[in-house]
């Protein structure tokens, strides 16, 4: 039997974050991800993670030492079915590191997290995992839980199977939860679709409820765009290819659906889709940021630094901001552009400072200087390049598609997500050819500088390719990759690079869907 008297199981500290949680879930769900089956929980965000806990869940962690090894959590729920009433112990988000799985580590987790539980007066705990999870679901047996329910998952894409485990006597036998688990299972797979949507009759979008609001809201939306259409035809339209089809109201409003045939539909891609193949299972990428700057190191041409607030990080800030007095946050885990700022030594004087600022874990880098080129556009901002390569099932790599960002007004960065304006770029040539967006808005100059957008040409448009090519086939399995490159005077600098990016932007800026070039370069897309 493996040693585990260094283990120790405590309740999550303050300087153990929510994102490094997330880091042991992701690294426990490595093997599910190479078998192609994808667990939720570990593509949830620190900040998902934290929201999903409640203000009354709590969240333990295995340490080997100073290190987190393994997690597990629990919340209160409220229940009302046959095996329970009231608020029920919700145990959720166990993993342990790869290298620690066998040694009992989990079991550990759970002894504790039950011993927890019992504590506190109650008699059970629940859990529920994917029908598929069958390893996981043989484990939860041996330790005394019993199917007792199934479920689907709306918007999912798996049935779920939920288990209970009484910490005492039983107050029904095996075969009593047997028959109601598979009764109620056969009642699921009768009514509703794994995504919970029923199979027979109408899926009707309840009135008032979210999905009816988001409905409604695309309907004014494409009305205001084009006045006269009808607005009872625009929503019977909208609400059918939500139902049947998987497009959210927005994407029908920003594809102008009203005006494509049934063909011309087909071709976008959905996020939904992006989600699944290149979110999940076409997704090797680091899921931190400092992660993918080690990775990529050579494209990277200035300093950055990790900070995750533990010991020796105090030192290392101040060797830091003696040589770069004014410098770039960004959140560990950040994404849109969200939590990004620029910060002054001066103002931020320790890292009791930063962390007030950035929240958790963070990453601070070198500012980037960058050359006229770009900055002719929007100079408070990095404007940037995405150029977004994809090694198809041939192992060649090509490019997308690539857009034109930049900032505008007094943000500093580039991001669609928090304001940034958008053109789209001709691969062949390196030259942008529409106008900027922003929302709903579109520009034929930029709006700070009267740039113009089209026909400007990307400067040294072949080396930029070259490099991201490069770089992408030296990660085997990644299927796609989004690069963000600023101009500095000593060429393109990385700024970022991503491993689920966006086909919105290209698909409304050009009006095409990118399905059928997709589908020409991965034969795992189906239809």
């Known amino acids: ?72 959590s629990v919340r209160y729920v409220k229940r009302s079915g046959w095996y329970a009433k009231g608020i029920v112990p919700d145990c959720m988000m166990a993993g342990v590191l790869p290298e620690y799985q066998g040694r009992h580590v989990y079991g550990m987790l759970s002894d504790h997290i039950f011993d927890y539980i019992k504590a506190q007066g109650y008699a059970l705990a629940e859990l529920d995992t994917a029908e598929t999870n069958t390893h996981a679901i043989k484990i939860y047996q041996h330790q005394g839980f019993r199917l007792v329910g199934y479920k689907a998952n709306p918007g999912g894409d798996h049935y779920s199977v939920i288990l209970v485990k009484w910490f005492g006597k039983a107050p029904y036998s095996d075969a009593y939860c047997s028959m109601r688990y598979r009764l109620k299972k056969f009642i699921v797979r009768m009514k509703y679709k794994p995504d919970k949507t029923k199979r027979f009759g109408g899926n009707a979008v309840r009135p008032g409820g979210e999905r009816s609001r988001r409905i409604n809201k695309a309907v004014e939306q494409c009305m205001a765009a084009e006045p006269g259409l009808s607005g009872a035809d625009l929503k019977r339209d909208i609400t059918d290819e939500y139902l049947k089809n998987g497009v959210e109201p927005y994407e029908f409003f920003r594809y102008e659906f009203w005006k494509k045939d049934e063909g011309k539909r087909r071709e976008y891609f959905l996020d939904r889709e992006r989600k699944k193949y290149f979110t999940q299972e076409w997704n090797v990428f680091p899921r931190n940021k400092y992660e993918r700057y080690e990775l990529f ?46 910060l002054s030594s001066d103002e931020v004087k320790d890292l009791g400072a ?21 900055a002719v556009f929007h100079p408070q901002s990095v404007n940037t390049l995405r150029y977004v390569t994809a090694v198809n099932d041939d192992g060649k790599a090509e490019c997308l598609f690539a857009l034109l960002r930049t900032g505008q007004g007094s943000s500093i960065v580039d991001n669609v997500g928090s304001g940034g304006i958008i053109a789209l770029i001709d691969t062949a040539s390196g030259r942008v050819v529409s106008d900027g967006m922003c929302g709903q808005q579109r520009f034929e100059k930029h709006p700070d500088s009267g740039v113009r957008f089209a026909g400007y040409q990307i400067p040294d448009w072949e080396a930029a390719g070259a490099a991201a090519k490069e770089a992408h086939l030296g990660l085997p399995g990644q299927k796609l990759i989004g690069w963000d490159f600023a101009r500095t005077k000593d060429g393109w600098d990385v700024v970022e690079a991503n491993p689920s990016p966006s086909f919105e932007s290209v698909q409304v800026l050009s009006q095409k869907g990118l399905k059928p070039v997709l589908k020409e370069a991965f034969r795992g897309i189906s239809q």
């Open 1 to 72: 039997m493996d040693n585990t008297s260094s283990i120790r199981i405590i309740e999550k500290p303050e300087d153990i974050s929510f994102d490094r949680i997330h880091e042991i879930l992701w690294a426990a769900n490595e093997k599910n991800r190479q078998d192609g089956f994808v667990l939720s929980t570990s593509n949830l965000t620190g900040e998902q993670i934290r929201d999903r806990l409640g203000g009354n869940g709590k969240c333990f962690v295995a340490m080997d030492g100073d290190r987190p090894v393994g997690t597990m």
């Open 297 to 342: 190191r050579p494209l990277f041409k200035r300093e950055v630094l990790q900070i995750r607030f533990v010991e020796g990080d105090e030192a290392l800030y101040r060797e830091f901001t003696g040589r770069h007095k004014e410098y770039i946050m960004k959140p560990a885990k950040g994404v849109k552009g969200k939590g990004i700022c620029k």
């Open 354 to 374: 930063l962390k007030e600022i950035a929240g958790g874990e963070c990453i601070l880098e070198e500012l980037i200087i960058q050359g006229d080129e770009l």
